[in-house]
């Protein structure tokens, strides 16, 4: 953070962007960052907030969400076009005549023009503020979710496990009582189990051993 002050911070007071562009709220004898005061100055919205999909904002719609009217938003655009026609190099004081002396021949006030941009600034500082609620709730919602889901994945690979290891356990078990009723076929003969199971309407003869 720079010791040197920008126009926004010595005028509204709570907000700053320094040189390097960042912002971040001070008090009036201080760059350094100090506890928020735009959680009280954030805009009362009036109406619904609207969305901003893919992350595009339709700024005259937060305006008018805050409470801020076509009017009033053409007031600061007025401002905002004149300034952009001066010259670069242009000093602040000349600028300040200048645009002052448009605005006027315009019958523009100026101090209609610094509330509206004031409400403006802190509509959208409202609108990030409410985004980022929603955007938190919404994160924390998802991992929720996705916990729930981690969990029933892991219950549902259990349940996998349990049943490849039950078929193992059934497989051996049925393999040893095969072994053992085998020893009765055998006292008999193959010859006449082959003929038994031939002339059988119940037993199938097997082609492939089983395994």
Not at 120 to 130: D, F, K, S, T
Request: proline share 5%; hydrophobic share 40%.
């Amino acid at each position: 953070m720079t010791g040197k002050k920008t126009w926004g911070s010595t005028v509204l007071g709570w907000f700053v962007v320094n040189e390097e562009g960042e912002s971040a709220p001070t008090d009036a004898g201080s760059t350094e960052p100090v506890a928020d005061p735009q959680t009280d100055a954030a805009a009362a919205f009036v109406k619904d907030i609207p969305a901003s999909p893919g992350g595009r904002v339709d700024f005259a719609a937060v305006y008018d969400a805050a409470g801020i009217g076509a009017e009033e938003q053409a007031r600061v655009a007025k401002a905002s076009e004149l300034l952009k026609t001066l010259p670069e190099g242009t000093e602040a004081s000349v600028k300040k005549k200048i645009v002052e002396a448009s605005l006027k021949t315009f019958g523009v006030p100026i101090d209609k023009i610094i509330e509206a941009a004031a409400g403006e600034v802190q509509a959208l500082e409202g609108y990030i503020r409410a985004g980022g609620a929603d955007t938190q709730k919404l994160l924390e919602e998802s991992r929720g979710r996705i916990a729930d889901v981690e969990t029933e994945i892991s219950r549902i690979k259990s349940v996998m496990e349990q049943r490849v290891v039950e078929q193992q356990v059934v497989t051996k078990a049925c393999n040893d009582q095969k072994l053992e009723i085998q020893g009765v076929l055998e006292f008999f003969g193959q010859e006449a189990v082959a003929r038994v199971v031939r002339e059988s309407p119940m037993l199938i003869e097997p082609t492939t051993p089983s395994h």
